[in-house]
C-alpha cells in the first residue's frame, strides 16, 4: 500500500479479488484438477489473508489525531465478529439451499459490494470518529 500511495484502492482491489476468487469456487467440480483448485485456493486464501494490514494502516491514517488506538481498536473488533458470524452465515446459506455455489456466490456479492464502498466513501484524515477533527 505504501508503494502504491493508495491503500484505499489496494483495499478494494483485493475485495475485488476475493469476490472473483469466490465466485470462482462456484464452478469448482470434481471433475477439475487437483492442482488447479489447490491454487485457486491458496490464491483465495493468500488474498483473503493480505488486507488487514492495509485495513489497519488506512483507519490508522484517517483517525482524528490522538484517537488511532480507539479508532483501530473500535474497527477491528467489529471486523473480527465477521469472523466468528461469517461461517455460521456460509453454513445457513448452505443448509437452507444445499448449494456451495449459493453460499460463495453470496460470499463474492458481499465482498465486491464491501469494495465498491470503499472506493465510493471520501477519504480524508480526520474523517472517522468525533472529536478532536481538524
Known amino acids: 500500500a505504501d508503494m ?4 484505499r484502492g489496494l483495499l478494494a482491489l483485493l475485495g475485488i479479488m476475493m469476490a472473483l476468487c469466490s465466485a470462482s469456487m462456484i464452478f469448482v ?15 483465495f486464501g493468500a488474498i483473503a489473508m493480505g488486507w488487514n494490514g492495509v485495513f489497519v494502516g488506512e483507519i ?9 488506538a480507539v ?16 461461517p455460521f452465515f456460509f453454513w445457513l446459506i448452505l443448509e437452507a439451499t444445499g448449494s456451495y455455489a449459493a453460499a460463495y456466490g453470496s460470499a463474492a456479492v458481499v465482498t465486491l459490494g464491501a469494495s465498491m464502498f470503499i472506493v465510493k466513501k471520501p477519504s480524508s484524515p480526520g474523517a ?3 472529536g478532536n477533527q481538524k
Open 4 to 7: 502504491l500511495g493508495n491503500g
Open 60 to 68: 490508522a491514517r484517517i483517525a482524528p489525531e490522538g484517537k488511532v
Open 71 to 86: 479508532a483501530t481498536g473500535a474497527t477491528l473488533a467489529v471486523t473480527y465478529m465477521g469472523v466468528m458470524i461469517g
Open 128 to 130: 472517522v470518529g468525533t
Open 29 to 43: 467440480t470434481s471433475d477439475w484438477p487437483y492442482g488447479l483448485v489447490l491454487v485457486l485456493c491458496v490464491l
